[in-house]
């Protein structure tokens, strides 16, 4: 995952690799965090906690069951504020229902003439 993006920009795409001391979760039958199949849930907050996004299996995608890749592609109204952020992401597999440790990147400003 990039740690820095462009504020509105389209089609961010978030990429993270979830592992449980050190090594690859296999993601084979994991759920969002609702239950729903085909995707994760990815949670985004920005520093000051103004602004919320959730985002489940409909919008998701688990890119390598094997080895624990998921992504989620970001419209331009989610990014519209600068500033550090924060994602983490929900899964249920098996017995395990929970969210990875959160990661930080940062939203530069966008900086388009008046």
């Known amino acids: 995952m990039a740690t820095n993006v462009t504020q509105e920009n389209n089609k ?3 990429k993270i690799n979830i592992q449980e ?7 084979d039958g994991a759920t ?5 199949s085909g995707g994760v849930t990815f949670v985004l907050l920005n520093s000051d906690g103004t602004k919320r996004i959730q ?5 998701t995608s688990i ?13 331009a109204e989610d990014l519209d504020m600068a500033g550090t952020w ?6 249920t ?11 930080e990147f940062k939203v530069d400003a966008n900086l388009r003439p008046a």
């Not at 985002?55 to 919008?59: C, F, I, L, P």
């Open 63 to 75: 890119t390598s069951d094997s080895n624990g890749e998921v992504e989620l592609v970001l419209a």
């Open 21 to 27: 001391d050190g090594a690859n979760v296999n993601l």
């Open 86 to 91: 924060y994602v983490q992401v929900g899964f």
């Open 12 to 14: 961010v795409t978030i």
């Open 32 to 36: 969002d965090i609702h239950g729903d």
């Open 93 to 103: 597999l098996g017995t395990f229902s929970g969210w990875t440790e959160p990661k």
């Open 55 to 59: 985002k489940d299996a409909s919008d």
